[in-house]
Nanobody
Framework: QVQLVESGGGLVQPGGSLRLSCVASGRPFSNYKMAWFRQAPGKEREFVAT????????NYADSVKGRFTISRDNAKNTGYLQMNSLKPEDTAVYYC?????????????????WGQGTQVTISS
């Protein structure tokens, strides 16, 4: 199995940027598709973005398309989420997730491994 640890969250003003990182250990990161989800207070966990094992294919939630970029560096066993033009509604705990299998799922139930989450707060 693989262990995931997120970092990079924080407090940012609207319009600002953050880059989240997700470091994997235990098994080769390249074996797993990867995704980012987020959960705001009182809301269900929602899909943000996903990337294939090679990094060649990506998919985004409509709410973040054009503002967020998911990427990965398999040599470093690390995934990233670059977040630009941040809005207050982006405030949430952000989780990275991984799974074997076919790339493309946006359902949290399709991911087997999860990090502990990192808090992102967008406020002036």
């Amino acid at each position: 199995q693989v262990q995931l640890v997120e970092s990079g969250g924080g407090l940012v003003q609207p319009g600002g940027s953050l880059r989240l990182s997700c470091v994997a250990s235990g098994r080769p990161f390249s074996n797993y598709k990867m995704a980012w989800f987020r959960q705001a207070p009182g809301k269900e966990r929602e899909f943000v973005a996903t990337i294939s094992r090679s990094g060649g294919s990506t998919n985004y939630a409509d709410s973040v398309k054009g503002r967020f970029t998911i990427s990965r560096d398999n040599a470093k066993n690390t995934g990233y989420l670059q977040m630009n033009s941040l809005k207050p509604e982006d405030t949430a705990v952000y989780y990275c997730a991984a799974a074997v299998g076919v790339w493309g799922s946006i359902r949290s139930s399709d991911y087997d491994y999860w990090g502990q989450g990192t808090q992102v707060t967008i406020s002036s």
